[in-house]
């Protein structure tokens, strides 16, 4: 992972201990935590016994589990942390059941040539997270083009997957993806995109699908820029921003870039039509890790009346928020809104 120089500044959306001009109330105190502790390249934090049990639940609300669990330290034991170990544990069995999977399928790949490419979970995971138990993933998914997706069908048919199709209103074909399940172990799942904006309404002003991955470096699909930008598009089309492990994604993705593979996210972006995606991403890892650099790249990348729109729209805390307050999804839709009606 390329070294690159990180200006890592204290938490933007709540100060750090000692810095606090003004008491916080308990619940910012522990998105104060989580943001710190949810970093993989942060040090072990200590926590006190009674934020414990509610750092526990936003972490796993957050899908962050694994990282805040590494990065623990505390002087007593409660039940919270048994049953998120008992969580993480299984998921790392999990994970491993889908990495041989994903091994077949790369092979696969591979030998026919196709046109298609692992993407997210396993990819990150090796690629970009230090500790790859930080990044667990419950299913795989593979991009690729029609033809390819028939192929892939097909051999995972002869290996005991079924596609999975909803009795009514199914809309696979619309999104451009299919959920394939494996007959004896249904947690066994890959999902083949064309597409990883899935909404066709929104997909009209944003595309990726395999010929915008394979624009970005047709040489390698898991360049570092082809890293970060599925990761962008993953937490901003794929989804809105629901979970800080989104975030964590796209920052370590940010991390592995050098100094060029930064100075070409400005014209990568625009030719991607995903500036606005890219320029909040960069933001809001800029104001919930402190990484600073990430913050003033993101700025450059937006026009100052869209930047100050969309950072109210698109909140830091309404992030921290997504899994429990019903404002943070007003929130999260209105930039949806925004996404479909920006000039590209």
């Keep these: 992972m390329p070294q690159a120089s990180q200006e890592k500044q204290p ?63 505390y002087d007593s034991d409660f039940t919270a942390l048994s049953d998120i170990r ?30 298609a490419t692992i993407v997210k979970g396993p990819v990150f995971a090796n690629m970009l ?14 991009l690729c083009t029609d033809d390819a997706r028939i192929r892939l069908g097909a051999f995972l048919s002869e290996r005991g997957f079924e596609q999975y199709r909803r009795a009514v209103f199914d809309k696979s074909v619309a999104n451009q993806e299919e959920k394939w399940v494996r007959r004896d172990v249904p947690a066994e799942i890959v999902e083949l995109h064309g597409n990883l904006v899935h909404y ?26 082809s890293l970060f930008f599925t990761a ?9 921003f629901h979970q800080l492990r ?6 370590q993705a940010y991390r592995n870039l050098d100094a060029s593979d930064r100075a070409a996210i400005l014209d990568l972006s625009r030719d991607l039509r ?37 950072r109210k729209v698109l909140t830091a805390q309404s992030v921290l928020n997504a899994p429990t307050h019903g404002s943070s999804k007003l929130h999260r839709h209105g930039f949806r809104w925004m996404q479909r009606a920006v000039f590209r």
Aim: aromatic share 4%; hydrophobic share 40%; with cysteine.
């Design 86 to 115: 008992l969580k993480v544990q299984a998921s790392i069995v999990m994970t491993l059941k889908l990495r041989s999977v994903a091994a077949e399928i790369s092979q696969f790949i591979a030998s026919e040539n196709l046109d």
């Design 274 to 310: 995903l500036k606005i995606e890219t320029a909040n991403s960069l933001r809001l890892v800029g104001e919930i890790f402190g990484q600073q650099d990430a913050l003033d790249l993101g700025r450059r990348l937006s026009p100052n009346l869209s930047w100050h729109i969309t």
């Design 200 to 225: 066709p309404g929104l997909r009209r002003q944003a595309s990726f699908g395999w010929r915008e991955l394979h624009s970005i470096d047709p040489a390698n699909p898991r360049a570092p820029l």
């Design 11 to 73: 938490c933007a959306l709540i100060p750090l201990s000692g810095q606090r001009k003004r008491p916080v109330d308990h619940s910012n105190h522990l998105n104060e935590l989580l943001c710190s502790i949810s970093d993989p390249g942060s040090s072990p934090s200590l926590v006190p016994p009674p934020m414990l049990e509610g750092l526990v639940t936003k972490a796993q609300d957050h899908g962050v589990a694994a990282i805040v669990l590494r990065q623990l330290v």
């Design 232 to 240: 962008v598009v993953h937490a901003s089309l794929g989804h809105k």
């Design 129 to 142: 997270y230090k500790h790859r138990g930080d990044r667990p993933f419950t299913d795989i998914d593979v």
């Design 246 to 251: 989104l975030l964590v994604d796209i920052l």
